[in-house]
């Protein structure tokens, strides 16, 4: 029995395909649309096509495809069921057969929220007790925080005690577990029985995600011989951080006005930079920028302004960031803070005004990579130039757009005193081995799958005609409901050559028919991934072609027209070697 429409349809809401697959491979944006390399065959240039509005991937070199499901299903090698109750399971979908285990779920994220909730007031309640007063002291004076936005964040205090949330959330009714779990205890390794407080002593910042749920919590070492200088909870059933950012909940509002999110290393530059009016800051917790946090800012905004520490480690993340953004398909900016480490000892010492003028003069992320290519060289001499230049021309070779690298490739030669000819043909070079590089891999690409019959559908090795017009019969019919009754009518199931090509139109006019679900998700309960793989290979090959009411006529009749081959009657070997031999005779 198939799934209903509308678990389907809030399944794949939950768990967006290009979403889901960038957890597993790294996506590269091509407009609306996404290219990785495939995660089913060895290759070296991407040749698998995500298509978020079409809800489906393909591969172009080894042909797989499908909805997110198939993808779930190939990729870690489940049945149609297993995929999708893990699908539900990281979407929190309620799963339409099977109520205890979706009330458990659900009831587990909604107690752990509670819980979250719970800790988050008990930590604001000791920033009001006589030892809560050195954290308090901390973030006025030291880190000149207001009383309103300490209240906006909740920020709180974590007693110097190894179990004072413990035992206050013990006498609030949760357990050992749960709170073990939700990462707010840590276990003994000398003595497993032993639980004691995830964080001791420190300033407490609540993580906060886009639904307003507490999620989990960072905090900050209130004295210098802490070596963790952060702390931030484990991954939870609510809580990731590789997805989550820190005051998104916040920025996601404030990036609506102009499309652009401050991108900071640490919470306090964030809380630094809303206090002073700029609400569209976020920041990644414990972690370096990840695609999928990317992915969340680019639902929010198409800029981003990257204001990382001055130090090595902030500029070697920045490098790293502006690849993942730029992956993103999001313009990527570098902001300079000379005189200051960070944003919040920037706003501390200069100003928010000054500050918004710093954004202003941001420096876009070419710049910044050229300015990073004379890092450890003496540009005052003509070997160091030499070098330089030969670093300068592989970032300029890499920018995509013409107009774009013609402006910086004039700038580099103004600088070095080097003709634009010059700076011009060693481009060329470059883009022409690049080319040559390119080509020489899509051809092998190509040798490697050229001969590859159709495991799929074999008919069609023998009825190229014929399984052409039926594939197009397919994609017509999938995009056009309101045409399935004339077409059955004048084309019964029979009339198609090939068995594969006859099995998908049987299914989709079925579906047409009888007002069912017919995306690429509700063939995934009777073909197997390999097939929905070759259902997605017709979608997109047709969707080029433009398949109208007078195209698929004509695909009619080539199905109307077909007459088989008359089979040749099978003779003995004798028989055969005997009119071989009169033949030979008369030659």
Known sequence: MPLPIDFIERLKAANPIAEVMSSYVTLKRTGRDYVCLCPFHNEKTPSCHIHPDKEYFHCFGCGAGGDVITFT???????????????????????????????????????????????ARFFYHQLKTPQGKECLDYLINKRKLSIEIIKKYGMGFAPNSWSALKSYML??????????????????QKNTRNTFDFFVNRAMFP??????????FGGRALTPDDKRKYLNSKDTIVYSKNRFLFSMNFAKNAAVKDKTILLCEG????????????????????????????????????NVVIC???????QKATTRAIKILGETGLKTTVIKMNGAKDPDEYINKFGADHFRHLLKKSDGAIEFELEKCKDGIDMDTD??????????????????????????????????????????????????????????????????????????????????????????????????????????????????????????YESLTS????????????????????????????????????????????????????KPKEKQEDISDDDFFKKFEEMRKKN
């Open 308 to 314: 990382y520490d001055a130090d090595g480690a902030g």
């Open 73 to 119: 299903m190939k990729y870690n090698n489940l049945d149609y069921w297993e995929a999708v109750k893990l699908l539900a399971e990281r979407g929190g979908v309620p799963l339409p057969e099977d109520n205890g285990y979706d009330s458990k779920r659900t009831d587990t994220r909604k107690r752990f929220y509670e819980m979250n909730k719970t800790a």
């Open 207 to 216: 993580f906060i995600d886009l639904a307003g749920h507490i999620v989990g």
């Open 383 to 504: 070997i160091g130039r030499i070098d330089y230049l030969k670093k300068a021309y592989k970032v300029l070779a890499d920018i995509s757009s013409p107009t774009e690298r013609e402006i910086y490739a004039k700038k580099v030669a103004a600088e070095q005193n080097v003709s634009i000819t010059t700076v011009n043909a060693e481009l060329n070079a470059i883009l022409k081995n690049r080319r040559y590089q390119y080509s020489k891999k899509e051809w092998t690409r190509t040798i490697t799958f050229a001969d590859k019959r159709d495991t799929i559908n074999p008919e069609a090795n023998e009825h190229r005609r014929e399984s052409a017009a039926e594939a197009g019969i397919i994609y017509y019919l999938y995009n056009n409901h309101d045409a399935c009754g004339d077409v059955l009518k004048r084309l019964p199931p029979d009339k198609f050559v090939t068995s594969f090509n006859r099995r998908v």
């Open 171 to 188: 006498s609030e009714g949760f357990t050992e577990e749960e709170l073990e779990q939700g990462s707010l205890i840590s276990r003994s």
């Open 511 to 562: 579906k047409i028919t009888d007002l069912q679900d017919c995306s690429v998700s509700s063939f995934n309960g009777e073909f197997s991934p390999e097939e929905v793989g070759k259902i997605t290979e017709i979608l997109e090959k047709y969707s080029e072609l433009g398949i109208d009411a007078k195209v698929a006529e004509d695909y009619i009749n080539v199905l109307l027209n077909y």
């Open 267 to 302: 919470n306090l530059d964030v809380i630094s930079l809303n206090q002073a009016g700029f609400e569209n800051a976020v920041a990644s917790c414990g972690t370096a920028l990840t695609p999928e946090q990317a992915k969340i800012i680019s639902n929010y905004a198409d």
